[in-house]
């Protein structure tokens, strides 16, 4: 699992990949569920078109194309009906990037695909489900010379970018510890006569996910952040990692409140633990907290935690505690500290959080939270992607990224089945990581 | 500490102990041959998980009685931490401090005064060398000696308190070593003595509080739970000679590890009956890097620079994670120099109610029906139900019936926001019935372990490391701790 699979003959690396530049990128969108809001994001920016749009279900399809419509004046052309209309989309030659945004297990098939026919592959989260599949997008971004970015809003964040803006600025210290998540209780969504449960049909896909896997199913909300913060691919890079689980309870429980009916829950024997909790180590000794919970009654957090020497970050709420002995320029040196207590938090933190925005959230983020998309971050990460391709530059995230974060899901599920023993991750870098600098303050 | 002659009778052990030359199961060190850290027998991979059998003639403690007695005569080892302990039972009726014991003589004459203060009797006063205790301990109206010393001292201290026929009530963490922890549980097993850690953790209004819910059932199926010690004691307490910064930085030198435990686990393993219904299987540890005591040494060179050479190996933040025998799992924490708030966490899963500490917060399930419940209220577990003001009210309604019976006197008698008065109450009142105390030499053996057992996986490469069974098969048995007032 963790051995490194040679490069094959021909390939190249594309950390640096720049592309020509254009005027506008022209993008195209399979899955309308989850999609929908790329769509939105896209049909917002002044250099990018919606050309098409793609899902199974015609409404969907023709419910996103009228939006476009509405916004630009311009209808994208729409694919939907059966499971290969998306192949047909992505043969047309007026496309330069692919939002993939389906079940997870359509993932890596249709990014190939889109490469393999000249487009940049932005992949929904998770990208690769195993660490073979990670190994394939990595192999076919490196050979067809397209860019596979994994779409991780959550690094699109305020205050996600707050903290890696701050650590950039070398503002913690020496990194030593993060901790992040996915606990988000998806048992039931909504209310009313529109909510559903994870024993619902529309849930079907992923629940069936709780029938197979046992580690942590869903890494990358909380990872991508951290890994940005600690420069991991960039400079250090995940070395290995321990997972454990609890037992399962909460899909079971559901299933008997709900008594679902004329549903194929009824035999399902889920075997994903309730709460999983992972430990990465990194190679310069760092340590991630990482933990995935979707089924319990707790609110939502990514835990966004940041522990450098100098200071300490935690999310949910945001707070943010500074050594005495920090004297970054950025703080007033009059200002007397003191670790014990959260230094910035709540009123004071968010004034504090201003004054030292990220460049990217400065020069776009009114923009992106009138264009909207979990708050803002969806368009925000859309701006900045398709703003990269415009230009000819990479994107901040690579397949590299996609890779190693998403390689977690199969890694955790070793570790968890082989009572929780290391697992070494794979270094999709080939070596790359250890030359490869820390990705910039970016705007 | 750092004289030569000791450095180098340090080298000697060392070798012995790889040898597998090192203290024999039941030896106790004398008295002259001061404890050092490094002389502690870590264990190698194989012995560490083993379930050692019970030596012939010895029976469980989890239900000693003992005879009830009135007045429950008190001795208190060290008085840096233990002065609290004095004050605490000095406080309570029904026990008398009839002695206290510290190396300095300024310690163990303040403590004195402050119970001829509180009761009007002075205890007798041992000190001056680090032989003081021994003659204390060989008093014969002492039922129970609280050990507070440096974490080396305490198992010697514990088992010559049992061997002489005391209750050894022993400070966090009770013992640094599995072997030790073994040495523990025999003596007590032998002596038919009680050897409880006091962890004061387990006392605090909100741990206790949660317990009341859990024990209720309030939680429904408990899954997870999450504790810590996070305190930056980096820039301060770790340096201060003449207390713990004489010794408590010297494990930083040699130990990779979570290396104090208990403050957190303590609670945690209570609300998930470890030891009694539940168990700690196995163990896996991960460690940052070390930067923080190093860099704090380098800049401020504490005590005119004389720790100049020190090498610290422990990271500075451990986490491990515990599974259970029942498929739980305990994310435990170990942070004391990094830039961060105090916390313990205090965090309990279960899929009906889940709870967090620093700051207190509750989420109950909107299935939820228990009895204690508002049937009317509407509940949503996307937000916390009860948080600030609210939790506080439900708090008091809910409230540990032991706080409620000694609550507020612990409030007035204080230490650790009267936590320590709590307990000790608790645990004296115990002895006074003649009952087993909450808090058993399995829970001292099983929360201390975690202190080896997570070094010895980070060593090796954060491998899962099974966790020894100290109670030799009787958690399957011993029934769940009750609702104790």
């Not at chain 1, 992607?385 to 890694?411: E, N």
């Not at chain 2, 560490?48 to 208190?76: D, F």
Request: aromatic residues 8%.
């Amino acid at each position: 699992m963790g051995t490194m699979r040679p490069r094959p003959a021909g390939n190249k690396p594309v950390w640096d990949l720049t592309t020509k530049p254009t005027e506008k990128v022209r993008v195209a969108v399979i899955g309308l569920n989850r999609g929908s809001a790329h769509v939105n994001s896209v049909a917002a920016l002044p250099f990018a078109e919606v050309v098409a749009v793609c899902d199974i279900i015609d409404e969907r399809a023709k419910a996103q194309a009228e939006s476009v419509f509405k916004k630009t004046g311009k209808r994208p052309a729409i694919y939907s009906g059966d499971e290969n209309a998306w192949e047909k989309m992505v043969a047309r030659d007026d496309i330069d990037v692919v939002h993939i945004a389906t079940p997870w297990e359509w993932h890596t098939p249709m990014a190939i695909k889109c490469m393999s026919l000249g487009k940049h592959a932005f992949t929904e989260v998770n990208c690769g489900l195993t660490i073979d599949e990670c190994w394939q997008l990595v192999d076919a971004s490196e050979k067809y010379q397209r860019h596979c970015p994994i779409l991780e809003n959550a690094c699109y964040g305020e205050e996600e970018l707050f903290v890696l803006n701050l650590s950039r600025q070398g503002f913690f210290g020496d990194l030593k510890h993060g901790e992040c998540g996915y606990i988000h209780d998806q048992r039931s969504s909504g209310s009313g006569p529109k909510g559903y449960t994870f024993m619902d049909k529309q849930r079907e896909w992923r629940r069936n996910y709780a029938t197979l896997l046992q580690g942590n199913v869903y890494p990358t909300h909380g990872l991508g952040t951290i890994a940005q913060y600690m420069g991991i691919g960039r400079g250090d890079a995940f070395k290995f990692a321990v997972s454990v689980s609890s037992p399962e309870f909460g899909l079971s429980q559901l299933r008997e409140r709900v008594k679902p009916d004329r549903d194929r829950s009824q035999d399902q024997k889920f075997v994903c633990g309730d709460v999983n909790t992972s430990i990465i180590k990194t190679e310069l000794g760092r340590t991630i907290v990482i933990q995935h919970d979707n089924t319990s009654p707790r609110p939502y957090t990514r835990g966004n935690m940041l522990s450098g020497s100098l200071a300490t970050f935690a999310g949910y709420p945001n707070r943010l505690a500074i050594d005495a002995d920090n004297s970054h320029p950025l703080l007033d040196p009059k200002e007397k500290r003191n670790s014990h207590h959260w230094t910035y938090e709540g009123e004071a933190l968010k004034k504090f959080m201003e004054a030292n925005q990220h460049p990217l959230a400065r020069k776009v983020g009114e923009f992106a939270k009138k264009v909207g998309g979990h708050g803002g971050m969806d368009s925000l990460m859309n701006y900045r992607f398709l703003d990269c391709i415009r230009q000819g530059i990479t994107p901040d995230l690579t397949v590299y990224d996609a890779a190693s974060w998403s390689a977690l899901l199969d890694i955790s599920d070793r570790s968890v089945r082989e009572d929780s023993v290391p697992v070494a991750f794979p270094d999709f870098t080939r070596g790359g990581w250890k030359a490869l600098k820390p990705l910039p303050l970016v705007s | 500490m750092n004289t030569p002659d000791n450095a180098n009778r340090r080298d000697f052990l060392k070798l012995g102990a790889l040898a597998g030359l090192g203290l024999g199961l039941n030896a106790i060190p004398s008295a002259e041959a001061k404890p050092d850290p490094r002389d502690l027998k870590l264990l190698g991979a194989h012995d560490i998980s083993v379930t050692r059998p019970r030596p012939s003639g010895n029976k469980p403690v989890w239900n000693l009685t003992t005879k009830p007695t009135e007045k429950v005569r008190v001795a208190v080892i060290g008085l840096n931490r233990g002065r609290s302990h004095v004050n605490s039972a000095a406080n309570i009726p029904f026990a008398e401090v009839v002695a206290v014991c510290d190396i300095v003589e300024g310690r163990a004459k303040s403590a004195a005064a402050n119970v001829k203060k509180v009761t009007g009797k002075e205890p007798a006063i041992y000190f001056g060398d680090e032989n003081a205790w021994e003659k204390m301990l060989e008093r014969d109206d002492i039922d129970v000696v609280f050990v507070a010393t440096p974490w080396e001292w305490h198992v010697p201290m514990a088992l010559k308190a049992m061997e002489k026929g005391k209750h050894a009530f022993i400070e966090v963490s009770p013992a640094v070593t599995v072997d030790q922890c073994w040495q523990l549980v025999d003596m007590s097993e032998k002596t038919q003595r009680h050897c409880s850690i006091i962890e004061n953790c387990c006392y605090g209004d909100e741990e206790l509080f949660v317990l009341n819910l859990a024990r209720q059932g309030f939680f429904g199926d408990l899954k997870h739970a999450e504790c810590a010690y996070i305190h930056n004691l980096g820039g301060g307490v770790l340096w201060s000679l003449g207390s713990e910064g004489d010794w408590r930085r010297d494990y930083h030198r040699f130990m990779d590890g979570n290396l104090y435990p208990t403050h957190g686990l303590g609670p945690v393993a209570q609300y998930m009956n470890i030891g009694r219904g539940d168990a700690f299987k196995f163990v896996v540890s991960v460690s940052s890097p070390e930067f923080n005591l190093t860099q704090y040494r380098d800049k401020h060179q504490p005590n005119k620079g004389q720790h100049k050479d020190e090498k610290f190996v422990c990271g500075d933040m451990n986490t491990s994670i515990i599974k259970t025998q029942l498929g739980r799992t305990i994310m435990i924490q170990h942070d004391v120099v990094s830039p961060r708030p105090y916390t313990r966490i205090n965090a309990l899963c279960g899929t009906q109610a889940t709870f967090f500490g620093y700051p207190g917060r509750l989420a109950v399930d909107a299935d939820n029906k228990h009895p204690i419940l508002d049937p009317k209220e509407k509940r949503n577990s996307h937000e916390w139900t009860y948080e600030k003001e609210k939790l506080a009210k439900f708090m008091k309604a809910n409230q540990h019936p032991l706080i409620t019976k000694i609550g507020e006197l612990g409030k007035k008698v204080g230490g650790h926001g009267g936590m320590d008065f709590v307990m000790a109450y608790r645990m004296l009142d115990c002895v006074r019935q003649g009952i087993t105390p909450d808090m058993t030499v399995y829970d001292a053996a099983d929360w201390s372990s975690i202190l080896e057992i997570s070094a010895r996986s980070v060593k090796e490469g954060s491998m899962p490391i099974q966790c020894p069974d100290f109670t030799r098969g009787d958690w399957k048995t011993i029934p769940p701790l009750g609702i104790v007032s």
